[in-house]
């Protein structure tokens, strides 16, 4: 078992019930975490409010991160208000929320913010067991970023990911393992909608959400 206490970690943060776990869990795990928040022209940016509020509350410093080339890359409906959400995975593709290259991105921005206050532990809330597809929530795609950005920077980077094997009720188990229950139940946001807490309850992130809150209240 390793021992990370006298390490600290950048915990890429959105305010929703993935991250704000990962967030909790890093801090219970490390020395310290630090909180980076990205901007980078999603529907709600009360998100931003919402993680910074979260961070705040826990303890941890906050960093945001104004990155708008993203949502300049490829079309795909959490960036562009015109297009529809897809309510259901079209057969064969992806949901049109998904923001190609938005994690590799993500991963890159934190390992050389990591690079410049020599920290090497980068946490992220992906999970390939409950998701919508996305190939950048693989286990194998985190392995490939993790060996790709130490060959980068030539740097002995650990990406974390303690969600990936989690479906969403275990996510709910882990939250409240750490007791922070009642905070990604009520002052998260998941919602595509941006609609805090349970959510608008249609789009894609909250349906999952949802259902694994129900699936992990009917076990208590």
Not at 54 to 63: K, L, P, R, T, Y
Not at 92 to 110: D, K
Not at 163 to 179: H, I, T, Y
Request: glycine share 6%; with cysteine.
């Amino acid at each position: 078992m390793f021992n990370y206490k006298n390490e600290e970690a950048i915990v890429l943060f959105s305010g929703g019930q993935d991250s704000t776990t990962c967030l909790y869990w890093a801090k219970q795990t490390f020395k310290k975490a630090h909180a980076l928040c990205i901007l980078y022209g999603q529907r709600h940016s009360l998100e931003v409010d919402i993680a910074r509020n979260i961070a705040e509350e826990a303890g941890v410093s906050f960093q945001l991160l104004d990155a708008p080339v993203i949502s300049q890359l490829a079309p795909n409906s959490l960036t562009d208000s015109s297009i529809e959400m897809d309510k259901e995975q079209p057969e064969g593709s992806f949901p049109n929320t998904f923001v190609p290259g938005r994690n590799l991105l993500f991963l890159t921005f934190a390992a050389t913010i990591a690079y410049a206050k020599n920290i090497r532990h980068l946490v992220i809330g992906v999970s390939e067991a409950d998701y919508s597809g996305y190939p950048d929530c693989r286990d194998n795609f985190i392995h490939s970023a993790n060996a790709t950005l130490n060959l980068a920077m030539d740097k002995n980077f650990r990406i974390h990911a303690p969600l990936m094997s989690l479906d969403k009720m275990g996510v709910w188990r882990v939250a409240d393992e750490l007791g922070v229950f009642d905070v990604v139940r009520n002052k998260t946001l998941t919602c595509y909608n941006g609609i805090i807490g349970e959510g608008c309850g249609v789009c894609p992130a909250c349906l999952l959400r949802n259902k694994g809150l129900e699936k992990y209240l009917s076990t208590k």
